[in-house]
């Protein structure tokens, strides 16, 4: 029979096996009737660090067994897309549009599968319209954030759902668009474009490849739009959706 080394974190310690996540980020069940030494790190206590100098491979299949973790990807990068609900921050805005569909997608890479640093573009749009003495009014407003976000992601020991966590800065681009009616339909009247820098943070839960997230805005100054000032164009959203 041959040695073996293998380096990890201790996930389960019981009466005939221990079961250990190695360095792939697979999880491995090896039986205690195997191994010959163990070395642990005593000066990394929370991290659970473990290396088995050598144990001895196993004659049956029984006693060794491999199992990939659902939630965890050996692969860096995380490809996104995203539709969800969002409520702006600004009375002005949420009282004259409302609440609104928000989409977007994202690129994450990842750092030993745990911190990343995560590059997205999504859309808030919504419109609405007006009657003031038989002349109706047309307001259409659009939302585009671009945002730089660094992701914590803290891993649990079931290894099917994993929390998330992150905090970002980034550009916001308003743009906004009245039209009058007349007895030709709808002519432009004016039209306003102004982007402002903004904070953002989020929070989210992922299962396999879904992930549900809450994430709020906020702006550093106000944005002008056609008719008046926006203090703040962020706003809260919740959206679910799908990473590759």
């Known amino acids: ?21 190695d360095e792939s980020g697979i999880e491995k069940k090896i039986a205690k009737s195997s191994i010959r030494d163990i070395v642990i790190d005593l000066d990394n206590p929370e ?10 491979e196993p004659e049956t299949e029984i006693e060794t067994e491999i199992v990939t973790s659902p939630a965890i990807k050996p692969n860096k990068f995380d490809l996104g897309l995203k539709i969800g609900y969002q409520k702006p921050n600004c009375n002005i805005i ?10 977007g997608g994202e690129l994450i890479l990842w750092s030993q599968n ?29 939302i585009t954030p671009v945002t730089l976000t660094a992701y914590y992601k803290k891993q ?8 998330y966590f992150g ?5 916001y681009f308003l743009n906004e668009v009245i039209t009058d009616t007349y007895w030709s339909g709808y002519e432009p009247w004016s039209e306003a474009s102004d982007s402002e820098t903004g904070f953002q943070c989020l929070c989210g839960l992922q299962y396999k490849i879904l992930f549900v997230e809450v994430k709020y805005s906020t702006m550093f100054k ?18 679910g959706g799908l990473r590759f």
């Open 222 to 239: 106000s944005s002008w739009g056609v008719e008046e000032e926006y203090d703040d164009i962020g706003g809260l959203s919740i959206a």
């Open 167 to 171: 905090l970002g800065i980034g550009q």
């Open 47 to 56: 991290e659970r660090p473990i290396t088995f100098q050598s144990y001895e």
């Open 156 to 163: 649990s020991y079931n290894y099917k759902i994993t929390p």
């Open 114 to 142: 745990k911190y990343g640093i995560g590059f997205s573009v999504e859309r808030y749009s919504n419109k609405s319209e007006y009657d003031y003495d038989n002349l109706v009014r047309k307001y259409e407003i659009s």
């Open 1 to 21: 029979k041959s040695g073996i080394e293998v380096k990890g974190t201790l996930i389960l310690d019981d009466a005939n096996s221990v079961t250990i996540k």
């Open 94 to 103: 949420s009282d004259r549009y409302g609440k609104g569909f928000v989409f």
